[in-house]
């Protein structure tokens, strides 16, 4: 009687700490994404590292084995070291998130953040800059957000990619449009100009779609 009391105990705090791993998370995710938009990318990374992610739904999942890849990166990125390591395992394991819901049907945020997460590998990083490598990325994540029924939250986020794509973080002196070889498609460049807002984007994008029209 004493034994089954004691499985059943066990079973029960197993039980309540699955629960109370899951009520934590969404408060774990909350402060990982705040460090994550402040740039603190080593430190979400810590966070994201901690999860417990045995008792999350596959979405959840996928999402946390994502920003450890993308942050991982991005960190190793803020140190300016030589050592490519963790830009090569980051690489493997965004393109293996890629794979696993390849199919149309399937292609969640996930797919999308994760073609943006390896465009912006081959294209921000100051020893890299490979606008051949990174557009094919860039578009396919322009494509699922054009397609995204959240129609504030998708043009913010097309519009960011464009913006990112046109211009490298770090320009030198001599920096110009196209200048790496950058050219944005002008049917992205029209997209974006038909949902941008404010002043400033449409001047931005007519100047780019200028630029596209002269040099392409």
């Known amino acids: 009687m004493k034994y089954i009391f004691s499985i059943a105990l066990l079973s029960l705090l197993s039980l309540s700490n699955a629960a109370a791993q899951q009520a934590d998370y969404p408060q774990l995710k909350t402060e990982a994404e705040r460090l994550y938009a402040s740039s603190s990318y080593a430190r979400a990374n810590e966070l994201y590292a901690g999860a417990d992610k045995s008792g999350l739904p596959p979405a959840e999942v996928r999402w946390v084995e994502f920003r450890l890849a993308d942050t991982s990166w991005r960190a190793q990125a803020a140190t300016e070291t030589s050592d490519a390591t963790k830009f090569d395992e980051a690489q493997k394991r965004l393109e293996e998130l890629i794979r696993a819901n390849d199919k149309e049907e399937e292609r969640d945020l996930v797919w999308a953040e994760a073609h943006e997460s390896l465009a912006d590998l081959f294209w921000t990083r100051r020893d890299r800059m490979n606008w051949g490598a990174a557009w094919p990325h860039y578009q396919q994540a322009l494509d699922w957000w054009a397609g995204e029924r959240d129609i504030e939250r ?29 050219y944005i498609p002008l049917d992205v460049l029209e997209n974006a100009l038909k949902v941008s807002a404010g002043e400033n984007e449409q001047a931005h994008l007519h100047f780019l779609i200028a630029m596209t029209m002269r040099y392409a």
């Open 154 to 182: 998708a043009r913010a986020r097309y519009l960011k990619i464009v913006f990112k794509a046109a211009e490298p973080p770090r320009q030198g002196e001599y920096y110009f449009y196209t200048y790496y070889g950058n």
